[in-house]
């Protein structure tokens, strides 16, 4: 166990639609980091948040946003959905800016049909 | 632009020695990481180069060489439990003093009996 929560674990819904995952980073990590990994892709670095603001961005679409809050959690929104926004989203933590080791959470796997 | 390479399928024989070699074009450049991710599970974190040389790490050791933006991993007397993939990261500065970890797509290994 990673100490990082993300919730859901499994998400189905339809193309057109929006979806929000959530993640709760390990006590004490002021990073958080989202990456999606679509079936047999390697890990494309979304976005970066340190302390609750956004301190590096990725290949992140248009359609989609994220946020870290005061509490630290992190949410990543996916709207306008489409086929190949299936993917597992994995969301990962450290404990300082600099992107040392990463503790990843389980992943939220969305369907979108 | 970063571009990581891995080689995407290797398979070996337990107890036997494998290299996964990685080979990397990056600007920034400012450490590499070795993480193995099991199907269907979050990627953990195996090792870290930031200067030239080998590291060791029980039966894993990784190795790296900054000028040929070149690394390897090193995994001996091969278990069955360490068939999964093995993902190469490298870690470029951003601006203000942040980093990305940026994935290669991951070499997936399969150890035979």
């Known amino acids: 166990d990673s100490g990082v929560t993300q919730t859901p674990k499994h998400l189905i819904t339809a193309t057109g639609q929006r979806v929000t995952l959530r993640c709760s980073p390990r006590s004490g990590d002021l990073s958080v980091y989202w990456y999606q990994q679509s079936l047999d892709q390697g890990l494309q670095f979304l976005i970066h948040?340190?302390?609750?603001?956004?301190?590096a961005k990725g290949n992140i679409l248009e359609r989609f946003s994220a946020q870290q809050f005061p509490d630290l959690h992190s949410e990543l929104n996916l709207s306008s959905l489409e086929l190949g926004d299936s993917a597992l989203y994995f969301c990962?933590?450290?404990?300082?800016?600099?992107?040392?080791?990463?503790?990843f959470g389980e992943g939220s796997r969305l369907t979108v049909l | 632009g970063q571009n990581i390479d891995q080689p995407t399928e290797m398979t070996a024989t337990e107890g036997a020695i494998v290299q996964i070699n990685c080979t990397y074009q990056t600007s920034g450049f400012n450490g590499l990481f070795w993480y193995q991710q099991h199907a269907g599970e979050a990627p953990t974190f195996l090792s870290y180069n930031v200067l030239d040389g080998l590291e060791e790490k029980g039966r894993f050791s990784s190795f790296l060489s900054r000028s040929k933006g070149y690394s390897y991993l090193l995994l001996k007397e091969l278990q069955m439990k360490d068939s999964a993939s093995y993902l190469c990261a490298v870690r470029a500065e951003v601006s203000g003093g942040y980093n990305k970890l940026i994935f290669g797509a991951g070499t997936r290994l399969a150890v035979h009996p």
């Open positions: 990962a933590s450290s404990q300082d800016r600099n992107t040392g080791e990463l503790f």
């Open positions: 948040y340190y302390n609750g603001e956004e301190r």
